[in-house]
């Protein structure tokens, strides 16, 4: 109990030193935090971002039908199916899809594209198509009317009011054969969806292909992305057999090999920060040992046991560390949220690269709970750990040496 | 079947393991140079019309109000859902001029004796096929059987004939079935209606124009 006392007493005697060493681990946790918090973030917002571009975070298909991606394979498309899949909890908003490939053609000039029926507003919802509106209006349901994306007008030479002219296979063999007004053109900034996606109506597609009633695809977007794998595993358990659920990695593998990539490289970084961070505390814990050499050879000369004196050590330094944690942690989250609302805006040749395909420029903040614990614990272990290195100068200690001036 | 001008009215099947679906077209030819079908059903591809006028094809879509020449790259796609290619329907080449012939073993086929005539493309002729093999029978000299090979010599598709029956003035087999032997439970089945031969029909009945005005 009086070492207790004594470490108190200690921890206050020289208010400066023990701030400083409180400062260090409360800067460490914040660092980490926020570091690992906009990592998260960004990492977060480039897959809403890819997922928003088209695929969405699910989709539900017919099995069998990523593998032929043929009308053939197409899935019936019923209120029920759409009460099954909303009634999965995370859901936010689902959107089906018509879609196969096609000659479109301006009377001379003939290009292959996707043309892809759409219920206009559920499809906003879950991809933002509304906002890759360049000129024109946005299509409504039911419209006869057809929206092209700038790079296939260019190559048709066409625009706004022009005729384009749909000729293609169907379901089931059917002849699929249309002319559509264009009411809009889109942007993509990804050539290759820039250079071939056109959008009509659900029906005007489904008449278009003869596919009364019927869909390729279920979009799905999703309100938390962390439950991604819960949220298939419960569809999958809801949907009849015939039907399966795709998550985003398992149609864009890519790009999920390219965030292992990204990981690992973001995870060299983060150990290099800590590395930093241990050579900040460490620095402070030998500035305290070299000023406290004196005062502890004398209480070890006048009789102290060294194993009280390392009881009296290990109580100041948890207090310390743990004090600096908590600090660090209540001053993160605030940090951590100011993020979350106001972005890191970056400019420069990526920030132009990001632009260029539609993404926002911005690196956000992440708040899920996971970064503060995980961050603040490992700080926690991190000063705890460094805290053996004054156990051990003491160990070692000879009082004659430590009180020589 | 190849006379100088025919008529012939005629229904596709297409069959897939989990669909069919049925048309009924008119089908006029004359030599090997022209021939113009007409779809008459189902309702919603009714007058769409091809035209073949040498190695061109041309497609009138009503719904369209558009004539389009087929490109070359639709040329190996299926004809109206069915096992037959676009290229099909323009192939000119001459089963006596373009091929090297010999004689196989004779078969039965239907019951009737049947000559079988392996027939490979000579290398200057435009044919898609690596070779032929095509039963002939013996006496009333109707098509019953073909193999259809591809360059590596494998089996592509089959043809069969069947019902051989008196129509225009001809017996001729009124049935074919066509087997992507690829493609499991798939077939292409054929059956004439009607046909009429040798009624005399004028070049300017094949063109462009008249594609939208045939019924």
């Given at each position: 109990?009086?070492?207790?006392?004594?470490?108190?007493?200690?921890?206050?005697?020289?208010?400066?030193r023990t701030?400083?060493?409180?400062?260090?681990?409360?800067f460490?946790?914040i660092f980490?935090?926020?570091?690992?918090?906009?990592?998260?973030?960004t990492f977060?917002?480039?897959?809403?971002?890819?997922v928003?571009?088209?695929?969405g975070y699910?989709?539900?298909?017919q099995a069998?039908?990523?593998?032929?991606?043929?009308?053939?394979n197409?899935?019936?498309?019923?209120?029920?199916?759409?009460?099954?899949i909303?009634?999965?909890n995370?859901?936010?908003?689902?959107?089906p899809?018509?879609?196969?490939?096609?000659?479109?053609s301006?009377?001379?000039?003939t290009?292959?594209?996707?043309?892809?029926?759409i219920?206009?507003?559920?499809?906003?919802?879950?991809?933002?198509?509304q906002?890759?509106l360049?000129?024109?209006r946005y299509?409504?349901?039911?419209?006869?009317a057809?929206?092209?994306?700038e790079?296939?007008?260019?190559?048709?030479?066409l625009?706004?009011e022009?005729?384009?002219?749909i000729i293609?296979?169907?379901?089931?063999?059917?002849?699929?054969?249309?002319?559509?007004?264009?009411k809009?053109?889109?942007?993509?900034?990804?050539?290759?969806l820039?250079?071939?996606?056109?959008?009509?109506?659900?029906?005007?597609?489904?008449?278009?292909?003869g596919?009364?009633?019927?869909?390729?695809?279920?979009v799905?977007?999703?309100?938390?992305q962390?439950?991604?794998?819960?949220?298939?595993?419960g569809?999958?358990?809801?949907?009849?057999s015939?039907?399966?659920?795709?998550t985003w990695?398992d149609m864009m593998?890519?790009?999920?090999?390219?965030?292992?990539?990204?990981?690992?490289?973001?995870?060299?970084?983060?150990?290099?920060?800590?590395?930093?961070?241990?050579?900040?505390?460490?620095?402070?814990?030998?500035?305290?040992?070299?000023?406290?050499?004196?005062?502890?050879?004398m209480?070890i000369a006048?009789g102290m046991?060294?194993?009280?004196?390392?009881?009296?050590?290990?109580?100041?330094?948890?207090f310390?560390?743990?004090t600096?944690?908590?600090?660090?942690?209540?001053a993160s989250?605030?940090?951590?949220?100011?993020?979350?609302?106001?972005?890191?805006?970056?400019?420069g040749e990526?920030g132009?690269?990001?632009?260029?395909?539609g993404?926002?420029?911005?690196?956000?903040?992440?708040t899920?709970?996971?970064?503060?614990?995980?961050?603040g614990l490992?700080?926690?272990?991190?000063?705890?750990?460094?805290?053996?290195?004054?156990?051990y100068?003491i160990?070692?200690?000879?009082?004659?040496?430590a009180?020589?001036? | 079947?190849?006379?100088?001008?025919s008529?012939?009215?005629?229904n596709?099947?297409?069959?897939?393991?989990?669909?069919?679906?049925e048309?009924?077209?008119?089908?006029?030819?004359?030599?090997?140079?022209?021939a113009?079908?007409?779809?008459q059903?189902?309702?919603?591809?009714r007058?769409i019309?091809?035209?073949?006028?040498?190695?061109?094809?041309?497609?009138?879509?009503?719904?369209l109000?558009k004539?389009?020449?087929?490109?070359p790259?639709m040329?190996?796609?299926?004809?109206?859902?069915?096992?037959?290619?676009?290229?099909?329907?323009?192939?000119?080449?001459s089963?006596i001029?373009?091929?090297?012939?010999?004689?196989?073993t004779d078969?039965?086929?239907l019951g009737?004796?049947?000559?079988?005539?392996?027939?490979?493309?000579?290398?200057?002729?435009?044919?898609?096929w690596?070779?032929?093999m095509?039963?002939i029978?013996?006496?009333?000299?109707?098509?019953l059987?073909?193999?259809?090979?591809?360059e590596?010599?494998?089996?592509?598709?089959?043809?069969n004939?069947?019902?051989?029956?008196?129509?225009?003035?001809?017996?001729?087999?009124?049935?074919f079935?066509?087997i992507?032997?690829?493609?499991?439970n798939?077939?292409?089945?054929m059956?004439?209606?009607?046909?009429?031969?040798?009624?005399?029909i004028?070049d300017?009945?094949?063109?462009?124009?008249?594609?939208?005005?045939?019924?």
């Amino acid at each position: 109990m009086w070492l207790i006392k004594l470490a108190w007493k200690n921890i206050w005697r020289n208010r400066n030193r023990t701030l400083i060493s409180m400062s260090a681990i409360f800067f460490a946790v914040i660092f980490s935090v926020v570091a690992n918090s906009l990592w998260k973030g960004t990492f977060g917002a480039l897959i809403q971002n890819l997922v928003g571009y088209y695929s969405g975070y699910i989709q539900i298909q017919q099995a069998g039908y990523w593998d032929e991606q043929v009308l053939d394979n197409s899935l019936e498309w019923s209120d029920s199916l759409k009460a099954e899949i909303s009634g999965e909890n995370n859901i936010d908003a689902l959107s089906p899809r018509l879609e196969s490939f096609a000659l479109m053609s301006s009377g001379d000039i003939t290009k292959g594209c996707l043309v892809v029926g759409i219920d206009p507003m559920r499809e906003s919802e879950v991809t933002q198509l509304q906002e890759r509106l360049k000129k024109g209006r946005y299509l409504e349901s039911g419209d006869q009317a057809i929206l092209l994306t700038e790079g296939l007008a260019e190559q048709l030479q066409l625009s706004l009011e022009d005729t384009v002219y749909i000729i293609g296979q169907g379901f089931h063999g059917a002849t699929a054969a249309g002319k559509y007004p264009i009411k809009g053109i889109l942007k993509y900034g990804a050539p290759d969806l820039n250079n071939r996606l056109a959008f009509l109506s659900l029906p005007a597609a489904q008449e278009l292909y003869g596919a009364e009633n019927r869909a390729t695809s279920v979009v799905i977007s999703l309100h938390d992305q962390n439950l991604l794998e819960e949220t298939v595993l419960g569809l999958k358990k809801r949907l009849d057999s015939g039907l399966v659920a795709m998550t985003w990695k398992d149609m864009m593998p890519e790009i999920v090999q390219h965030m292992k990539t990204d990981h690992f490289t973001m995870q060299i970084i983060q150990y290099l920060l800590y590395l930093l961070i241990a050579f900040g505390i460490f620095g402070t814990l030998t500035m305290m040992m070299v000023e406290r050499q004196f005062e502890m050879g004398m209480l070890i000369a006048l009789g102290m046991k060294k194993g009280n004196m390392i009881l009296l050590m290990v109580i100041e330094s948890v207090f310390t560390v743990i004090t600096g944690c908590l600090a660090g942690l209540a001053a993160s989250i605030p940090v951590a949220f100011y993020f979350k609302n106001n972005p890191i805006r970056f400019g420069g040749e990526f920030g132009k690269a990001y632009e260029r395909f539609g993404f926002e420029a911005v690196m956000p903040g992440s708040t899920e709970p996971g970064i503060f614990w995980s961050q603040g614990l490992i700080v926690l272990c991190l000063g705890l750990l460094l805290s053996l290195y004054p156990l051990y100068k003491i160990l070692r200690m000879d009082p004659v040496k430590a009180m020589r001036r | 079947m190849r006379g100088n001008t025919s008529q012939v009215e005629m229904n596709i099947k297409t069959i897939r393991p989990s669909w069919s679906r049925e048309m009924d077209l008119r089908v006029w030819s004359k030599g090997n140079d022209f021939a113009m079908i007409l779809i008459q059903s189902p309702a919603r591809d009714r007058g769409i019309t091809f035209l073949k006028r040498g190695k061109e094809v041309w497609n009138w879509i009503p719904t369209l109000e558009k004539t389009i020449k087929l490109p070359p790259s639709m040329m190996s796609q299926s004809w109206m859902g069915t096992d037959f290619t676009n290229d099909d329907l323009v192939r000119e080449s001459s089963v006596i001029r373009d091929f090297e012939h010999s004689l196989g073993t004779d078969t039965l086929i239907l019951g009737r004796p049947c000559h079988t005539i392996w027939m490979v493309p000579k290398p200057e002729a435009a044919v898609v096929w690596g070779k032929l093999m095509v039963c002939i029978d013996k006496k009333d000299f109707m098509e019953l059987h073909t193999r259809f090979y591809d360059e590596e010599g494998q089996l592509v598709n089959i043809m069969n004939a069947y019902d051989p029956a008196l129509l225009g003035g001809r017996l001729i087999p009124t049935r074919f079935e066509i087997i992507p032997v690829e493609k499991r439970n798939q077939k292409t089945e054929m059956r004439y209606k009607k046909v009429v031969y040798d009624q005399p029909i004028a070049d300017g009945f094949f063109s462009i124009n008249n594609m939208k005005n045939i019924r």
